[in-house]
């Protein structure tokens, strides 16, 4: 499946990622700064989710998922890594907050990048 087909559905919407810790209990975080990089990759700006760039450090397997008002949407598995610095980072500034934009959190800049490689997909209704 190609996520370039989904980008009305992912880009910038909220989006739930599940990540597992070192004692193997699961996260569970909101994103909301997102978008589809090609068509096996999504990218998220790191604004808080503490918990979630520590779990990816020591377990890099991921689930999100993302729908719409109608209830569809997809179910993502990938492999994530967290950028400080880069690339990566230098995009979600750019693209985040170009404008002046502050979180709800007070952040002015992203804290860094989640790239994943989505390697499965499920569609629902």
Same mark, same amino acid.
């Given at each position: 499946?190609?996520?370039?087909?989904?980008? &009305?559905?992912?880009?910038?919407?909220?989006?739930?990622?599940? =990540?597992? +810790?070192?004692?193997? +209990?699961?996260?569970?975080?909101?994103?909301?700064?997102?978008?589809?990089? &090609?068509? +096996?990759?999504?990218?998220?700006? !790191?604004?808080?989710?503490?918990? =979630?760039?520590?779990?990816?450090?020591?377990?890099?397997?991921? !689930?999100?998922t993302v729908f719409n008002e109608e209830w569809v949407g997809l179910?993502?598995?990938?492999?994530?890594?967290?950028?400080?610095? /880069?690339?990566?980072?230098?995009?979600?500034?750019? =693209?985040?907050?170009?404008?002046? &934009? !502050?979180?709800?959190?007070?952040?002015?800049?992203?804290? /860094?990048?989640?790239?994943?490689?989505?390697?499965?997909?499920?569609?629902?209704?």
């Amino acid at each position: 499946m190609n996520l370039l087909d989904y980008k &009305e559905l992912i880009d910038g919407k909220p989006m739930h990622i599940a =990540t597992i +810790n070192s004692d193997n +209990n699961p996260n569970l975080s909101v994103a909301s700064d997102i978008r589809v990089l &090609e068509e +096996n990759k999504i990218i998220i700006s !790191v604004n808080e989710m503490n918990n =979630t760039q520590r779990n990816i450090s020591y377990n890099p397997n991921v !689930v999100l998922t993302v729908f719409n008002e109608e209830w569809v949407g997809l179910r993502m598995y990938g492999k994530a890594k967290f950028y400080k610095d /880069g690339e990566y980072y230098d995009f979600c500034n750019k =693209t985040f907050f170009s404008n002046g &934009e !502050v979180t709800p959190f007070g952040a002015t800049k992203p804290k /860094g990048a989640i790239v994943i490689n989505i390697e499965k997909v499920e569609k629902f209704k």
